[in-house]
């Protein structure tokens, strides 16, 4: 476990900002109240095993103790760098973005278990939309009951958005909850193998 360098902070928050905009800020000075310290301490971000993780200061300290091949994971792991070296977000930063999100929008209920099976969310499901959003800047999906569903790239701006016809792409899926439960059956199936 190491702190990022500056290239893998620069993709880290290249990709970040795209969601959040401004609200990086947020992430970045978010105090922390884990530990024994009386004063708060701060987050950051960790490299381990080419997976990305926000987490404590208090907690990489605690860290140091366990040997670095016997760590699985800390904190919260909000994404992976590839082969290629490209950062890709996971499903696990869903909260961290849903809290600090620029661009919004929300499904009719009957187009969520669509989005949940890795669709991409059409106009027909839409429900309402953040305005200013331009094609290509991450948006979180939620329901409409402010549940975060997951996450996508915009395919159309707002505008266009309300031209559209009911089956044309609005938000490119990237990552969903029901990764969870289509993770769990991959491993299941490479465990009986």
Not at 5 to 21: H, I, N, Q, R
Not at 35 to 61: A, E, I, W
Request: aromatic letters at 8%.
């Amino acid at each position: 476990m190491r702190p990022l360098d500056e290239k893998e902070t620069t993709a880290v928050f290249e990709k970040l900002f795209k969601f959040t905009g401004n609200n990086l800020k947020n992430i970045v000075e978010n105090p922390s109240h884990e530990g024994p310290d009386k004063n708060p301490g701060r987050y950051c971000f960790r490299l381990h095993k080419n997976k990305v993780y926000y987490v404590s200061d208090s907690l990489v300290k605690r860290a140091t103790n366990v040997a670095r091949l016997k760590l699985a994971s800390i904190g919260t792991c909000i994404g992976r760098f590839t082969h290629g070296g490209n950062f890709h977000l996971t499903i696990e930063c869903l909260n961290l973005l849903a809290v600090n999100a620029k661009h919004k929008v929300w499904l009719k209920p009957t187009s969520e278990m669509s989005f949940l099976y890795a669709n991409h969310v059409l106009k027909g499901g839409l429900g309402r939309i953040t305005e200013s959003i331009a094609p290509g800047d991450g948006v979180v999906v939620f329901s409409m009951s402010d549940l975060p569903l997951g996450f996508g790239i915009a395919a159309k701006n707002t505008q266009d958005c309300r031209k559209l016809d009911p089956n044309a792409i609005v938000v490119l899926h990237q990552a969903d909850i029901g990764e969870y439960l289509r993770m769990e059956n991959q491993n299941e199936q490479i465990i009986e193998e």
